[in-house]
């Protein structure tokens, strides 16, 4: 018990009803985000899945925020931690570049769902040399988009050759 004899609540007040502040605002924007990405999928006729699985992107990037802010905001010794942070993202970064094509098709996701002119059922052609494809769009993942032939054929194909290859609705 000695190490809060030093401790007084009063003290600290300021710092927790900012804390509580943050947490309301971190809240309603997380519900406008909803809502905008909600009545942007119903508008252009996106899959709820893949609405959801936005609306996860920004969630985690509002709490990251959050963790950021509640740490500048308390004053935490940022020396160490941003070391740790910086060593992690380091790491991340040459993981990813290694790996460049899981993270071209991370953001091929994002983008293809603010600007695809494709939707669950549509019936496509992708126009590539060597293996053409004909199919139709059976479901739009964050990686890849699962494809059906006439055939029955199931096809995963990576959501970034969607942004490299010329693609035709029928």
């Given amino acids: 018990m000695v190490m809060f004899n030093n401790f007084h609540l009063p003290d600290y007040y300021g710092k927790i009803i900012a ?13 406008i985000i909803r809502k905008v990405i909600l009545k942007f999928s119903e508008y252009s006729s996106k899959s709820d899945n893949r609405s959801k699985l936005i609306i996860k992107y920004f969630n985690s990037l509002l709490n990251i925020l959050f963790v950021i802010f509640i740490i500048l905001m308390w004053g935490v010794d940022t ?5 740790f942070v910086g060593a992690a993202i380091t790491f991340i970064g040459v993981a990813f570049f290694a790996q460049w094509s899981v993270l071209s098709n991370f953001t091929a996701g994002v983008i293809m769902f603010f600007a695809f ?4 059922g549509d019936r496509i052609r992708i126009q590539d040399k060597d293996f053409p494809i004909e199919a139709e769009i059976d479901d739009i ?7 059906i032939t006439s055939e029955g054929e199931k096809i995963s194909y990576p959501n970034n050759l969607f942004l490299q290859k010329s693609v035709v609705v029928l």
Wanted: hydrophobic share 60%; glycine share 4%; aromatic share 14%.
């Fill in 19 to 31: 804390t509580l502040i943050l947490v309301v605002i971190i809240y309603i924007l997380r519900l």
């Fill in 79 to 83: 020396t160490q931690l941003f070391g």
């Fill in 117 to 120: 002119p494709f939707k669950i």
């Fill in 141 to 147: 993942k964050a990686f890849h988009t699962i494809l």
